[in-house]
């Protein structure tokens, strides 16, 4: 027999498995001792039957001691007749044991054909979304570690060349003094004391701790760190933007092509600001102090007749300021007339002035 299988309450010898259990009796019964509850209209009247169970004394409702009689579909707990008539559950929807499980019964059955028809699609759909995320996070932080790496080994590489530099003045200086304090001859040693004095002088003004020599070839490779380090800061953006999307895209979502004609029409990049090849999309750096003003037109924007477009602005005056302009400001990016509103702290101000975007006095608070 199965262990388990639910043993009769009555047998006293060779105990059947039971039928039913009678919630009331807090006993289950085989099929032959189950009869009373079957014929006697008292009994089958006010005793609950269920299948077979285990009681283990959970019978009883724990406020009221009451048997557990009905099933409150609402809270989907058990409940005894006080819970059901007096307290919390009275306006509930409440069944019967066998009634609940019937209807609980067919509702999963239902749900299961649900969720079966829609598993094969989802399966798929789930594996080739994340195959396209893992694709795209592994390329872009590939192309993360490449541009971390690159610009690290430009920097050593310039630096470990000047302090090799350095540390042969300084050997050369000792050798210069070790050999021209030997040299007994007079002459020998004036004529070698020109040269000797440059190699000293050279290795007095040796610092190991500072960067690179000032010159051309330092200049250069600042610009390239600068220039290096932009695109590495906007491809850590794009890959910090792509994980966030991942993990919370209810908050964080990624912008994408929507198809529109739409572009941005860059009129001045500062320091920290780039566009995506397809010119859809800005990127800020907040790690740069430096912001750009009076950044970009939208190309194709026609709300009113009268106007060209929309105009952005993100500087260290305010959070951010877009407006709409006419032609005349669109063409010179001086002359005509902005509307429009202003991000700065807690305050939205409108623009109302000519040029106002680009204007440095604080519009008046809508």
């Not at 572009?263 to 800005?282: A, H, K, W, Y």
């Not at 939208?298 to 477009?309: A, E, Q």
Request: hydrophobic content about 35%; aromatic content about 6%; proline content about 3%.
């Amino acid at each position: 027999m199965d262990p388990q299988t639910i043993l009769c309450d009555m047998c006293i010898e060779n105990r059947k498995a039971a039928k039913k259990t009678c919630m009331k009796c807090e006993i289950s019964m085989c099929v032959q001792h189950l009869q009373a509850h079957l014929t006697t209209p008292v009994l089958l009247q006010t005793h609950p039957l269920t299948e077979p169970m285990d009681l283990c004394g959970n019978t009883k409702c724990s406020q009221h001691g009451k048997l557990l009689e009905y099933y409150c579909l609402d809270d989907m707990t058990c409940v005894c007749v006080s819970c059901a008539i007096e307290d919390q559950h009275r306006l509930h929807n409440m069944k019967t044991f066998s009634t609940a499980h019937k209807e609980l019964l067919e509702k999963l059955k239902a749900e299961q054909l649900i969720l079966q028809e829609k598993t094969d699609d989802e399966n798929v759909s789930l594996e080739k979304w994340e195959k396209s995320e893992r694709e795209k996070l592994g390329g872009c932080s590939v192309r993360l570690i490449e541009a971390v790496t690159n610009l690290r080994d430009i920097t050593l590489t310039s630096v470990q060349s000047s302090v090799s530099a350095r540390m042969v003045s300084l050997k050369t200086s000792k050798s210069s003094m070790e050999a021209a304090q030997k040299e007994k001859d007079t002459f020998r040693f004036l004529q070698m004391y020109s040269q000797v004095h440059q190699d000293v002088e050279k290795a007095k003004t040796v610092d190991l701790r500072k960067g690179l020599e000032p010159g051309s070839h330092r200049d250069k490779l600042v610009e390239e760190i600068r220039q290096n380090g932009e695109k590495m800061v906007k491809q850590a953006f794009q890959f910090w933007g792509s994980l966030l999307t991942l993990v919370d895209p209810e908050h964080h979502q990624e912008l994408v092509p929507t198809g529109s004609d739409l572009i941005f029409e860059p009129q001045s990049l500062g320091p920290g600001m780039s566009l995506s090849t397809d010119n859809r999309r800005v990127f800020h750096s907040q790690w740069m102090k430096f912001c750009s003003s009076n950044l970009f037109l939208i190309k194709g924007t026609v709300l009113v007749p009268d106007f060209k477009g929309w105009v952005i602005s993100i500087s260290k005056d305010c959070d951010w300021t877009i407006g709409v302009c006419d032609d005349n400001y669109a063409t010179s990016m001086k002359d005509g007339y902005v509307y429009g509103l202003r991000c700065q702290g807690n305050q939205l101000l409108s623009l109302t002035t000519e040029s106002s975007l680009v204007m440095n006095e604080t519009p008046p608070v809508i």
